[in-house]
């Protein structure tokens, strides 16, 4: 099982970038895709998951309205589309698969396989 993230990259204020995961080695279809990020020196944090079956979609507040989360299930892939970026931004930016309730989707350990991390840089 592997979760493969790229299009990261270094983008000025405003700007937009869009992130793909794409997952392979089992069909995903009951899991929920969640998306994550790392500043340095800070602890990850929840951005956003979507429910692969359903369609289901979550994101936290200082995203929302800027990222939006969608997916193929024929490609077995998930995009985080982001537009107006901010410095506070620039992270490492993670894809996840699990299969955490609902009311849990922003809790990192309950998800099973991880992506390598893609770096997104936005310039003041």
């Known amino acids: 099982v592997q979760l493969q993230a790229s299009g990261g990259g270094l983008v000025q204020t405003g700007g937009s970038l869009r992130l793909s995961c794409a997952a392979s080695?089992?069909?995903?279809?009951?899991?929920?895709m969640g998306w994550f990020r790392q500043a340095p020196g800070k602890e990850r944090e929840y951005v956003g998951a979507?429910?692969?079956?359903?369609?289901?979609?979550q994101y936290i507040d200082s995203v929302k309205g800027r990222f939006t989360i969608s997916r193929d299930n024929a490609k077995n892939t998930v995009y985080l589309q982001m537009d107006s970026l901010k410095p506070e931004d620039t992270a490492v930016y993670f894809c996840?698969?699990?299969?955490?309730?609902?009311?849990?989707?922003?809790?990192?350990?309950?998800?099973?396989?991880w992506g390598q991390g893609t770096q997104v840089t936005v310039s003041s």
């Open positions: 996840a698969a699990g299969r955490p309730a609902y009311s849990a989707w922003d809790h990192a350990g309950l998800y099973y396989y």
């Open positions: 080695g089992r069909s995903f279809r009951e899991y929920v």
């Open positions: 979507i429910k692969m079956s359903g369609g289901n979609i």
